[in-house]
């Protein structure tokens, strides 16, 4: 069992640039792949990066190629969200989850664990 709480949320303008964290307690965090997803009003949960057990692979969302970039500690049992080049239409709710297989995926139906989320508002 594995429980997550993210942090880092916040206002900020455009164009700025937020890091996310999402720590875990429990044990053996090192076994478990690592997603960030993120859900605006209105729209369903989508996808934004992942990471494997041991950071080897990465994924992102095409959206968000290039501007954010997803990291581990396995020391620390965190797991970061590198934002910069923050648009509008990145506002939404981010959750992280868990899951302790080996490759990242995209669908949040193969996430077990999840974060309650924090609020991230990018301004114009």
């Known amino acids: 069992q594995v429980q997550l709480v993210e942090s880092g949320g916040g206002l900020v303008q455009a164009g700025g640039s937020l890091r996310l964290a999402c720590a875990a307690s429990?044990?053996?965090?090192?076994?478990?792949?690592i997603a960030w997803f993120r859900q605006a009003p209105g729209k369903e949960r989508e996808f934004v990066a992942g990471?494997?057990?041991?950071?080897?692979?990465?994924k992102y969302a095409d959206s968000v190629k290039g501007r954010f970039t997803i990291s581990r500690d396995n020391a620390r049992n965190s797991v970061y969200l590198q934002m910069s080049s923050l648009k509008p239409e990145d506002t939404a709710v981010y959750y992280c989850?868990?899951?302790?297989?080996?490759?990242?995926?995209?669908?949040?139906?193969?996430?077990?664990?999840w974060g309650q989320g924090t609020q991230v508002t990018v301004s114009s």
């Open positions: 989850a868990a899951d302790d297989r080996l490759s990242p995926s995209t669908s949040g139906y193969d996430y077990v664990h």
């Open positions: 429990g044990r053996t965090f090192s076994r478990y792949r």
């Open positions: 990471i494997s057990l041991s950071a080897v692979i990465t």
